[in-house]
């Protein structure tokens, strides 16, 4: 027994291994084996077939070894070849604006973070550089011209509570200084920024509900509802498709610490909703609507009242709306963006004229009462072109109607929400007053047309170059502006004003931005018209 195991043992072991020759396979294999056991003889076969397939299969995985050696070798070459490559300064891919954004979605990536109670807390923010000059606002030979600047220190806390709670709280640091002829000042003050707890809950891979309660940033794109810092609670629904948000506020107390909540924003509480659905993809549609609810108490005639409590209206207005935008392709001619705005404002408002009676009292003299009925739109559209440089070509038109009748108790001129900034971006990578960066008018009684020229520069950085009309609705001497004159209320020609805006954002954490702009007066300035006012203005923001 002993011998045939032995015997089995060494017949297992492959005999091209020992280099046999080829008559061991042949068709008389059996006569090497004819005194051996049949039994045995079967398990030798068995087994030798065996070893075959273990061979072959050896075989393979050295094969498969040195291909991964020689796939490895490649790829190390590759890496190689790509480190030695210069590294492009591209910009990151942009994305979907969320319906609530936090002030963490501007900030670089490598924020400092540390672990509190098991927590992550991300401490960042931004130091920001504004310098600015203004010329001839007044459209005269008077020396009015003007020179600012203002530094601010922005420093963000943002705590992760938990996975679906975050909270954050904002301050600034600012420092303002302002050069007329005739005086200087300068000012420090600290503000407060946003300081909210955010509770968000996942309803699937796509969609979420959320609470946010405190001081926080409501804004949307084009910044022509609102744009503001309010303290309130906002409910929002977020989906790839369907977003809304629902927001009460009401003010606190005053922005800076030198700077006390005034009058006219005392006791006003406001209700904003949008919805924003995008219907096909790249095309979207968004509802808006917004209650403004002035709760102050108003002062009977001849009452005599502390000279900073001046109120000139309380005012109970509903502002409702609909915008349409999107992007689309268009053979042989490029891209295009396209925005449609329409609003409707109604509302009751009351109407104090004051006088003063020294430096520290004012009297109540009358008290009217008027409705409030206006409407306006603003339609624009960007092609972004094959041509050479591929410049872009904006034109918008915006008009807020006017009232043709001001001796009645019905003003038919649309007036803006009061917190709103009509800031926005054409095709560029910086955002700019889009009605104008030097007379920054309210779309109230006024027709505003724009073109525009812009170019890409870099890898993201970019030149716009504007040009506005402004004309009146109805020849009045009412408008809502920087500029320190007023029209004669005779002609309805505003003027004309030129920008240019430059932007540069080739770094991580720094953004550039020149602008400059001249406004030429026109017929509704009478002896005025021709006269030009100009701006010049800088900032520079570092994030980090």
Same mark, same amino acid.
């Given at each position: ?43 030798v ?25 020689g796939i ?16 492009k ?23 400092f ?70 005086r200087r ?10 300081s909210?707890?955010d ?9 979420s ?8 940033n ?37 922005r ?20 924003e ?66 609003a ?17 009292? =004012? !009297? ?9 009925? +206006?409407? $306006? *739109?603003?339609?624009?559209l960007?092609?972004? /072109? ?22 009645d ?16 971006k ?13 007379l920054?008018p309210?779309?109230s ?9 812009g ?11 504007l040009y506005h ?15 320190r ?24 954490? =720094? !953004? ?9 007066? +026109?017929? $509704? *300035? ?6 030009? /006012? ?11």
């Amino acid at each position: 027994m002993t011998v045939n195991l032995i015997f089995t043992a060494i017949c297992c072991i492959p005999i091209t291994t020992f280099g046999a020759p080829d008559y061991f396979f042949s068709d008389d294999q059996n006569t090497l084996f004819e005194n051996t056991d049949p039994v045995i003889i079967r398990q030798v076969e068995a087994m030798q077939q065996l070893a075959d397939t273990s061979l072959i299969t050896s075989n393979k995985v050295n094969k498969i070894k040195t291909e991964e050696a020689g796939i490895a070798t490649h790829a190390k070459k590759a890496e190689t070849i790509v480190a030695q490559k210069p590294e492009k300064n591209i910009p990151p891919r942009k994305t979907r604006k969320k319906i609530v954004s936090n002030l963490d979605d501007k900030r670089p990536d490598d924020q400092f973070t540390a672990q509190i109670f098991g927590r992550k807390l991300t401490v960042g923010g931004e130091y920001e550089l504004r310098a600015a000059q203004r010329r001839n606002y007044a459209l005269s030979e008077i020396d009015n011209d003007r020179e600012s600047y203002r530094q601010k220190l922005e420093l963000e806390f943002k705590y992760d509570i938990s996975k679906k709670v975050k909270a954050l709280v904002e301050t600034k640091l600012t420092s303002t200084a302002d050069h007329r002829a005739d005086r200087r000042s300068h000012m420090e003050s600290l503000e407060r920024g946003e300081s909210w707890i955010d509770f968000n809950q996942p309803l699937n891979n796509e969609a979420s509900i959320g609470l946010r309660i405190g001081r926080q940033n409501f804004a949307e794109k084009r910044e022509w509802w609102w744009d503001e810092d309010l303290d309130g609670i906002r409910i929002y629904y977020t989906s790839p498709k369907l977003s809304y948000e629902l927001g009460f506020t009401e003010e606190l107390g005053g922005r800076a610490s030198n700077q006390p909540l005034s009058e006219d924003k005392n006791d006003i509480k406001r209700i904003l909703g949008r919805v924003e659905w995008e219907y096909i993809k790249g095309h979207k549609l968004e509802l808006f609507a917004l209650n403004h609810n002035d709760q102050s108490s108003t002062p009977a005639i001849e009452n005599v009242l502390p000279a900073d409590k001046e109120d000139v209206s309380d005012a109970q207005i509903n502002w409702y709306g609909i915008r349409a935008s999107g992007k689309d392709k268009i053979k042989d001619l490029g891209k295009i963006r396209y925005w449609a705005d329409f609003a409707v404002v109604r509302g009751q408002e009351t109407l104090l004229d004051f006088d003063d009676i020294n430096n520290e009292q =004012i !009297e109540v003299m009358e008290i009217t009462e008027q409705s409030i009925r +206006g409407t $306006a *739109f603003d339609v624009g559209l960007t092609l972004k /072109s094959k041509l050479a440089g591929r410049p872009s070509f904006t034109l918008g038109l915006a008009q807020g109607s006017g009232d043709r009748n001001p001796d009645d108790n019905l003003d038919r001129a649309f007036r803006q929400t009061g917190i709103n900034d009509n800031n926005g971006k054409f095709n560029g990578v910086d955002s700019f007053r889009y009605y104008g960066e030097l007379l920054r008018p309210e779309l109230s009684n006024l027709r505003i047309s724009t073109a525009s020229m812009g170019y890409p520069l870099l890898y993201s950085s970019s030149i716009e170059i504007l040009y506005h009309r402004y004309d009146q609705l109805v020849a009045s001497k009412r408008l809502s502006s920087r500029l320190r004159i007023r029209p004669n209320g005779q002609q309805t020609h505003i003027g004309d004003a030129i920008d240019i805006v430059v932007g540069l954002e080739e770094w991580k954490k =720094i !953004e550039l931005e020149f602008v400059g702009s001249m406004f030429r007066a +026109g017929s $509704a *300035f009478a002896d005025q018209e021709g006269k030009r /006012s100009y701006f010049i203005g800088a900032k520079a923001n570092y994030n980090f």
